[in-house]
């Protein structure tokens, strides 16, 4: 079916495409800020003070883990104040807590400095859920599927990124002066929001509704349902593998290539999702966002079951490549479902839930694998993980018809 030309202009009118390109930006800089420290940050608690061998792992899981879940529990909060405030102004925030937050890690003294200030980055950031919810709300509603998968690919370019330089800069000008840099780009990136960012008006209405009335104003809440429960999926199919990955490739290949394949794993479920993103985002904005998710939940299924049977690390690695091909559509089109799903004015705060909800992912899916793999086995998780992408793919395909 042809475009309209009406339909052509409000695709191509407005700012829309040059707030995509500075979002992009600064969430790849915000997330490569918050996961640069893996590869050295044990050595920087050690640095601290910390001296005995299992308090160092205690401590850096305690550190990283403050951020996501700070960020976990505000989400939903600078959704609403996004709906009523401007959106734009929550990334402006965002990103100077962020710039700020970032420059004070360099400068901690003990270790527990570096926690409060690692949950003070997660309290203050939300560069990237802030743009998603701005473009999703900003962007036509004919190109939001492309707009969110080049978004989601920027999020998790920055994922891949940031422990690569983590793992090279620290050598080379020191872990302090590593956060006071990190700390200086994204005050680029604050530039680049407060300039370059122009966000449309929103309806009066917007500006002076209750927050706690959010809920009320979705006509059907099923579609909002399923599809924060999909995003709970999504990150627990990414992350069940975490804990196990290393112990589960040890008995694939020889010891002394034992991190390498275990790190080309984790990544190869990153590249995938990177380079299928925008284009499972064109596609859903043609044939539909849900049949996309639907779609995507079933291959990842199926991909799962002979990732359970590897006789050899790189088929491990191909098998993890093609079904981060296949989750790569499903953050945009989640986006995309809620979007076309609820009233403009509480965009914001339903998006902030959905965020949430994948921060729950990113909790359950580690410690559900960590567990299952210990107490039952390691390809349990893989077989596990299967039957809730099956089930998710389901509940999606039985909600979309009833609808």
């Known amino acids: ?197 122009h966000e449309e008006k929103r309806p009066p209405q917007a500006k002076h509704r209750k927050s706690r009335g959010a809920w009320s104003l979705i006509p059907d809440k099923r579609p909002v349902m399923v599809m924060l429960a999909t995003g709970v999926l999504l990150m627990v199919a990414n992350m069940s593998i975490e804990p196990i990955i290393t112990v589960y490739v040890a008995q694939l290949v020889q010891a002394p290539q034992v991190t390498l394949y275990a790190g080309l794993a984790m990544s190869a479920g990153a590249l995938g999702s990177i380079l299928s993103s925008s284009q499972l985002g064109k596609l859903a904005d043609r044939i539909g966002h849900w049949t996309v998710i639907i779609i995507c939940l079933a291959i990842s299924a199926v991909l799962l079951i002979p990732q359970a049977f590897v006789i050899n690390g790189w088929q491990l690695i191909v098998l993890r490549f093609l079904m981060g091909l296949a989750l790569g559509g499903l953050l945009p089109c989640i986006a995309s479902v809620i979007r076309h799903n609820v009233p403009e004015t509480i965009a914001g705060s339903i998006l902030g839930y959905s965020i949430s909800a994948q921060y729950v992912g990113q909790v359950i899916g580690p410690l559900g694998g960590g567990f299952v793999g210990g107490h039952i086995g390691m390809r349990a998780v893989f077989l596990g993980t299967s039957a809730l992408m099956a089930a998710g793919a389901i509940g999606n395909f039985l909600a979309e018809k009833s609808r």
Request: glycine content about 14%; proline content about 4%.
């Open 1 to 197: 079916m042809h475009a309209t030309s009406g339909q052509v202009a409000e695709v191509n009118a407005g700012p829309w495409k040059r707030n995509l390109i500075v979002c992009v930006f600064g969430s790849f800089t915000t997330i490569v800020a918050m996961t640069l420290l893996l590869p050295f940050l044990p050595l920087y608690v050690e640095q601290l003070g910390v001296t005995n061998h299992a308090a160092i792992v205690q401590w850096s899981g305690i550190a990283y883990g403050a951020t996501f879940f700070t960020a976990a529990l505000t989400a939903p909060l600078w959704g609403q104040l996004g709906d009523r405030y401007g959106r734009k102004l929550m990334l402006i925030r965002a990103s100077l807590g962020m710039a700020v937050a970032m420059s004070l890690i360099g400068m901690a003294h003990n270790v527990w400095e570096l926690v409060g200030l690692r949950l003070l980055a997660g309290l203050l950031g939300g560069y990237a859920s802030g743009s998603m919810i701005l473009v999703a709300a900003q962007t036509p509603k004919a190109r939001s599927g492309w707009a969110l998968g080049v978004l989601s690919s920027g999020i998790m370019a920055g994922n891949v990124v940031g422990p690569l330089i983590g793992g090279s800069l620290p050598p080379l000008i020191g872990i302090r002066a590593t956060f006071l840099l990190a700390g200086a780009v994204i005050f680029v990136t604050f530039l680049g929001t407060t300039f370059l960012i």
